[in-house]
């Protein structure tokens, strides 16, 4: 039997399918052909470095550096220092939830501290009087043979239009305290509280009560008004540009009420401060009046008779 014979495919076909057979011929520098992968996600930005973080202020090594825990409940105004260390005295105060009983005792800044709440009810109980202190009474302790203001705070004394509803009691005079000044030659009102949270922001050295009087004055000599022959730049010195002992004193308000009398409003108090500011611009100071503390006035109450600071009311 003959073989079948074999097929030949034509000269073209043959050089195609040589072709496909050949791996393909690629430039010197052409990279493999490979499928497309999708797109990477940009890079997070870096963190900034360590030296621009801000970093926790640290602990002082040396614990006197440290605030004492009665300083530190009056900066939160929690209460005056005096009361702070009467709580403490009492073991009325915690930090960190252990009971603090010696005074003198300091703390960190971030310690939790927490009071009693038979404190918080003693605070609640303490009165603030307001008076109108007449000529002749000093403010604070006995001196010089005048009695200090406070022996006026009796029932007798007391204003028939309080309409506080608080009734006078024994227990409201211990511990009453001036929270301010006025000379023993000045009249006007008078604070005197047994709460050391208003005596911290009437005398605290960051507080920003202003004070307002009415000053009646002489100019020089002469028996006319002062106010048509005072220089209008001694005037302009008066609200700002004055200093006593050496320091300067902060802005004030002054002008004229009427031909002999100023009106200052200051938020400062220091020793006679304005007869010493008349002094220095050649007035001298006939009489003097505080009729404003803060939001408080003076209003209706008479010389030498008190009431109590209502419960709506605020300085």
């Known amino acids: ?62 614990p006197d550096a440290l605030p004492r825990l009665s300083k530190r409940i009056s900066e939160l105004g929690l209460a005056s220092r005096r009361e702070a260390d009467e709580w403490i005295a009492r073991g009325w105060v915690s930090v960190d939830g252990v009971v603090v009983s010696e005074l003198g005792t300091r703390v960190h800044p971030g310690q939790r501290i927490t009071i009693d709440p038979a404190a918080r009810q003693q605070q609640a109980q303490r009165v603030t009087v307001l008076l109108h202190k007449p000529v002749g009474y000093v403010s604070g302790q006995a001196e010089d043979g005048y009695q200090p203001a406070v022996t006026l705070v009796t029932p007798q004394n007391h204003w028939s239009g309080d309409r506080s509803r608080v009734r006078f009691a024994r227990e409201h005079l211990r511990g009453l305290a001036p929270a301010g000044r006025l000379d023993i030659d000045s009249v006007g009102l008078l604070v005197l509280t047994q709460d050391g949270r208003v005596a911290k922001q009437l005398i605290g050295h960051d507080s920003e009560i202003d004070k307002e009087y009415l000053v009646r004055v002489q100019y020089g000599d002469h028996a006319g008004a002062p106010r048509d022959r005072f220089p209008a730049a001694d005037l302009q010195r008066l609200n700002h540009g004055l200093s006593l002992d050496g320091q300067p004193l902060l802005p004030a308000k002054v002008w004229w009420q009427n031909e002999d009398q100023l009106r200052f409003v200051l938020r400062e108090g220091r020793k006679r401060q304005i007869r010493r500011m008349c002094e220095a611009v050649g007035l001298k100071v006939i009489g003097l009046k505080r009729i404003r503390i803060g939001r408080v006035l003076l209003g209706d109450l008479p010389p030498g008779q008190w009431r109590y600071l209502g419960p709506d009311e605020r300085f």
């Open 1 to 62: 039997m003959n073989p079948r014979p074999k097929l030949s495919l034509p000269a073209s076909a043959q050089r195609a399918e040589k072709r496909r057979d050949r791996p393909p011929v690629r430039g010197p520098g052409s990279a493999p052909r490979s499928r497309a992968l999708p797109k990477a996600p940009p890079p997070a930005p870096a963190a900034p470095p360590a030296a621009a973080r801000p970093k926790p202020s640290p602990a002082p090594s040396d």
